[in-house]
């Protein structure tokens, strides 16, 4: 078997897996546990489907760090439900979800799965630090297109786009990057910036959208080769040149924001996929018989085997 490690962008899968099943879908004290056993499915089909021999889940130990926020305050706000000084934000999370989490860490925890958090950093800075530092080909799993900017077909390095359903998996390889955005995945973050994501609080340069974000980039190669040309007065219409102008305090910022660490310090992970023996798996039972995770848990024990 070929090694490979996958990335989990956890928070993106589980909230998918509540919204994918019923939440009438409970243990036996009544407490919602859709997210917990669509979770358990997703990894066992990733893990049947892709074969990796590593295997990590990301945290999103901090999902809006505040040193984003200082750079573009309207970073994520629109998901605040509390501000909370000195300390990570509270994010807008359905209480149905939000009491499944713990139990989620549990589960994986439970199974021998690797989970990995950052203080001050969100779960795309530690995919990011593990998929550039990765000495084997990397999945990344995830329902982002940030995410994009980490692809790199020279070190085989794809993102398993989950946003059409885990039914209709895509394979996003530069490839595929440049065919749906026309820029290569190593432009992709500077496309983003410019573009800019409503979901994330980024305004983008107004009156730039993909199709003038991708044709700048074709001809100036990042962003700093088109903020030079907008200064020189060079290879763009007045119009456009204003644009950048009127953008000019949020593109010192944005590129910052937009993209992904690749340079945390993580500590020594133990990333191999596990391979529950018969304690582990007895164990992984009696989690499941607690929590009412049937089949789900029976699948990923099977997957993992």
């Known amino acids: 078997m070929t090694s ?34 669509g979770l358990l499915d997703i990894i066992a089909k990733l893990v049947t489907a892709y074969e990796p021999t590593h295997l990590v889940a990301c945290w999103d130990d901090d999902w809006r760090p505040q040193w984003r ?19 990570a934000d509270v994010e807008e999370v359905p209480d149905p979800l939000e009491v499944q989490v713990p139990v989620i860490r549990e589960a994986l925890a439970t199974l021998g799965i690797a989970t990995v958090g950052a ?20 999945d990344i799993v995830t329902g982002d297109r940030d995410l994009f900017q980490l692809v790199d077909d020279e070190r085989d390095v794809r993102v398993i786009y989950t946003a059409r359903g ?3 998996l895509e394979v996003v390889t530069d490839e ?38 991708a044709t700048l980039l074709a001809a100036h190669g990042d962003l700093t080769g088109i903020r030079a040309a907008a200064e020189a007065g060079e290879g763009m219409s007045a119009g456009v040149r204003a644009k950048f102008a009127a953008a000019a305090d949020y593109l010192d910022v944005a590129p ?8 945390l310090d993580l500590g020594e992970i133990d990333a191999a996929l596990p391979r529950p ?8 039972r009696d989690f499941a018989g607690r929590w009412s995770l049937g089949t789900s848990m029976d699948r990923v024990l099977a997957a993992l085997a």
Do not use: C, W
């Open 277 to 284: 023996d018969e304690t582990a798996t007895a164990r992984a």
């Open 256 to 263: 910052k924001v937009v993209a992904v660490a690749t340079d």
């Open 69 to 87: 926020v200082d750079l573009i305050p309207s970073y994520k706000a629109h998901r605040v439900v509390e501000v909370v000084s000195g300390g």
């Open 119 to 138: 203080a001050r950093h969100e779960a795309d800075d530690v995919i990011g630090t593990l998929a550039t530092r990765a000495t084997r080909p990397v």
């Open 176 to 213: 595929v990057v440049v065919a749906k955005y026309g820029v290569h995945a190593a432009q992709y973050a500077d496309f983003a910036t410019m573009r800019g994501d409503a979901s994330d609080g980024l305004p983008g340069v107004k009156g730039v959208g993909e199709k003038t974000a």
């Open 4 to 37: 490979r490690l996958m990335l989990l962008d956890t928070a993106s899968l589980y909230f998918r897996a509540f919204y994918g099943v019923p939440d009438t879908v409970r243990s036996a004290d009544g407490t919602p546990v859709n997210a917990v056993r």
């Open 166 to 168: 885990m039914s209709n």
